[in-house]
């Protein structure tokens, strides 16, 4: 198989597994969709600990308005709190709520099991390789990004 049909195969695979893994991850978890708990994750792996919805739409590349529904139906099952900012009123933070992180807890060994089921037949050496190739397309898609923003402006 040539180059461009390699890369076209591969640019196609990355929406497949990703809807594929969304199905598999949705049914994992009654309570929390993959795209919630990805958010939870996002705000809790946060240098800040309490991120503001901006920063965490940006953490899980997603838009602040996709972020703030998802947070709000977070917020009405007590896993996050939403609250203004003291200093600016037009800023939002999100914090995880004990509820939410006791919750996490319990599911992680969970977690692990399908990472493991997941990733099964990997070795080490591949799922480097396979580390190292996500982060280089990641560095691009976010050049790729930079440009259509500069674009955007024109």
């Given at each position: ?47 800040n600990k309490n991120p503001t ?102």
């Amino acid at each position: 198989m040539e180059n461009t049909k390699k890369k076209a195969f591969i640019f196609g695979s990355i929406f497949t597994l990703s809807n594929k893994l969304q199905i598999i991850g949705d049914r994992f978890d009654k309570r929390l969709t993959v795209k919630q708990w990805l958010l939870l994750a996002g705000i809790h792996n946060s240098q800040n600990k309490n991120p503001t919805i901006s920063e965490v739409a940006v953490i899980v590349g997603n838009s602040r308005q996709n972020v703030k529904k998802m947070l709000l139906i977070l917020e009405k099952s007590g896993f996050v709190t939403i609250e203004t900012d003291s200093n600016d009123a037009r800023v939002q933070k999100v914090k995880m709520t004990n509820k939410c992180l006791n919750y996490l807890r319990q599911r992680e060994n969970r977690e692990l099991e399908f990472l493991d089921q997941l990733f099964e037949g990997f070795e080490s050496d591949e799922i480097n390789e396979l580390m190292q190739a996500i982060l280089k397309l990641e560095k691009n898609i976010l050049r790729l990004e930079g440009l259509n923003h500069d674009e955007e402006k024109e």
